[in-house]
């Protein structure tokens, strides 16, 4: 029972190269998330989507891409990265908005220098 | 909007001693309560959650939460703490209508001999 799979789960970049986070749950959910957490920050919603190519900004959407094509599949992009980028970002996914549980993947570290 | 707000940044406890993590929330409607535990290097699980009904609600690893609606509070308690129950501490609300969660900063826990 896999739930969510984030990968890479470490990974160095320059400033300003590009590189795509992968997410995939096997839960059905229609609801996923990315997150990034920050010492001492708590988790800041970056994009979120209630279903295949359906997606929404959140709290922190700048600097970020994301698409649905596929209920299984929300990958992040970005695209130019920059040192404020530095962080540990977090996939999550649920079956329902708001009174369901959120299954979260074990992270992608990601540190440009 | 809603805020959380988690109280103690850090929080030491012995071995076998009593702990309680405060958390509490702002919001102008009906909420959804949750605490998540985040072990090193590791996605947040779901301890417990509050959605309706009684007020004391009992989680994993021997963990209970008591919603107090008019003090707007979900503090997490353990009547005795081990080792391994040290872990960083996330209290987080969702609006009944909301898609996503809004998560406080966090609490460390660190259970001592």
């Known amino acids: 029972n896999a739930g969510v799979t984030q990968t890479p789960k470490f990974r160095i970049l320059k400033i300003g190269q590009s590189m795509t986070l992968q997410c995939t749950q096997d839960?059905?959910?229609?609801?996923m998330y990315w997150y990034r957490q920050d010492p001492g920050m708590g988790l800041k919603l970056i994009y979120y989507?209630?279903?295949?190519?359906?997606?929404d900004k959140g709290e922190v959407p700048n600097g970020y891409n994301v698409s649905r094509s596929t209920t299984e599949d929300f990958p992040l992009r970005l695209e130019l990265a920059a040192p404020s980028q530095t962080s540990v970002y977090f996939c999550a996914s649920t079956s329902s908005r708001g009174f369901q549980p959120q299954h979260f993947g074990d992270g992608t570290r990601l540190s440009i220098l | 909007a809603q805020s959380v707000t988690q109280l103690d940044s850090q929080v030491p406890v012995f071995e076998e001693a009593p702990v309680e993590l405060r958390c509490n929330y702002s919001?102008?409607?009906?909420?959804?309560l949750f605490w998540y535990v985040q072990y090193p290097n590791q996605g947040l699980q779901l301890l417990l959650k509050y959605l309706s009904g009684s007020t004391l609600v009992k989680g994993i690893n021997g963990f209970e939460a008591e919603f107090n609606k008019s003090q707007t509070s979900f503090h997490l308690r353990k009547p005795s703490d081990h080792i391994s129950d040290t872990a960083e501490y996330f209290c987080a609300v969702s609006e009944n209508s909301g898609y996503a969660l809004n998560f406080g900063k966090g609490t460390s826990l660190l259970v001592t001999p």
């Open positions: 989507s209630v279903g295949a190519g359906i997606t």
């Open positions: 919001s102008s409607v009906s909420v959804y």
């Open positions: 839960m059905n959910h229609n609801y």
